[in-house]
């Protein structure tokens, strides 16, 4: 029984290897070719527009959230006075 499980880590950990070692190739050859599809710029443009979006509907949350934190402190400050 333990034998199948080292024989399971030892194949899982290899395949693991060789899948870094080959994305990691594969990258290096988009790196040093250096040329983006008209696919990729336009995926490239909807992914910035799509950050942009996401960091303007967090900022919008902070204020909310804000504004939540003041009324719950006004009314605990209230309800302390009364």
Same mark, same amino acid.
């Given at each position: 029984m333990?034998? +199948?499980?080292a /024989?399971? @880590? $030892?194949?899982?950990?290899? +395949?693991?290897? /060789?899948a @870094? $070692? ?8 988009? @790196?040093?070719k250096g040329?983006v599809?008209?696919k990729g710029?336009?995926n ?10 996401i ?6 949350m902070e204020?909310?959230?804000?504004a939540?934190?003041t009324?719950?402190?006004?009314r605990e400050?209230?309800d302390?006075v009364l």
């Open positions: 333990h034998g +199948v499980i /024989l399971s @880590i $030892i194949f899982g950990g290899s +395949v693991l290897i /060789l @870094i $070692i080959g994305s990691t190739i594969l990258m290096a050859i988009k @790196i040093f040329t599809s008209k710029q336009q490239q443009t909807d992914e910035a527009k799509m950050i942009q979006e960091y303007k509907g967090l900022s919008q204020e909310r959230l804000e939540l934190e009324i719950i402190l006004d400050r209230k302390r």
